[in-house]
């Protein structure tokens, strides 16, 4: 009886250190969830592309010499084309500020900048062009030529509220990625812009 009273107890004594085992290690193993631990999340993202805005443009370049102020005759030359391009606007990840408070995560991050505003050159298309000897057309007239209709059709998309449609994408975007973190469902995910 002795024996058994002996083995009963230290089977309750292992029964219990294994439970409370068990329940320390449940304790340990749940995910915290740090600010630490989403900035790392968000960086690996880094360059975060939220806007694309596609264009199709005709342009026309002209030009002639001039002489103290007057276009000199038989020197004028010009080319008209189609082209298509495409600007990318997006955040830097790797500089977003991120706080984390009761059940609020706060992310701060630049707004929106272009990334990269370019012209397919595949879809060039001369429709016109003058073949001056006295004032031939050049590659630096092209040259020019890109680098002012960029100018013009990201005026043209900032009109048209591509900054703004740029920050609901970026806040869309942190959000969709913190999400895919494990227990982050119970936070409230607010996202700001640096001014």
Not at 28 to 47: F, G, K, M
Not at 52 to 65: A, I
Not at 89 to 99: P, R
């Amino acid at each position: 009886m002795k024996n058994f009273k002996k083995i009963l107890f230290i089977l309750i004594c292992i029964l219990l250190a294994f439970i409370g085992g068990m329940f320390f290690m449940n304790k340990q193993t749940e995910p915290e969830i740090t600010s630490t631990l989403i900035q790392n999340r968000i960086e690996q993202a880094s360059d975060l592309v939220t806007t694309k805005y596609h264009y199709t443009k005709v342009g026309k370049f002209e030009n002639s010499l001039n002489l103290n102020g007057w276009s000199i005759p038989l020197t004028n030359k010009y080319f008209i084309l189609t082209f298509e391009g495409e600007i990318q606007l997006g955040t830097d990840l790797s500089k977003a500020n991120i706080e984390i408070s009761d059940s609020t995560i706060h992310v701060t991050v630049d707004k929106p900048t272009v990334i990269s505003n370019s012209i397919d050159e595949s879809s060039i298309e001369v429709y016109d062009e003058t073949k001056n000897i006295f004032n031939p057309i050049s590659v630096s007239d092209y040259k020019a030529f890109a680098v002012e209709q960029k100018e013009k059709a990201l005026s043209e998309a900032k009109k048209k509220g591509l900054m703004k449609t740029a920050q609901k994408n970026t806040e869309k975007s942190i959000k969709q990625i913190i999400s895919i973190i494990p227990d982050t469902d119970d936070y409230n995910i607010e996202v700001t812009f640096k001014e």
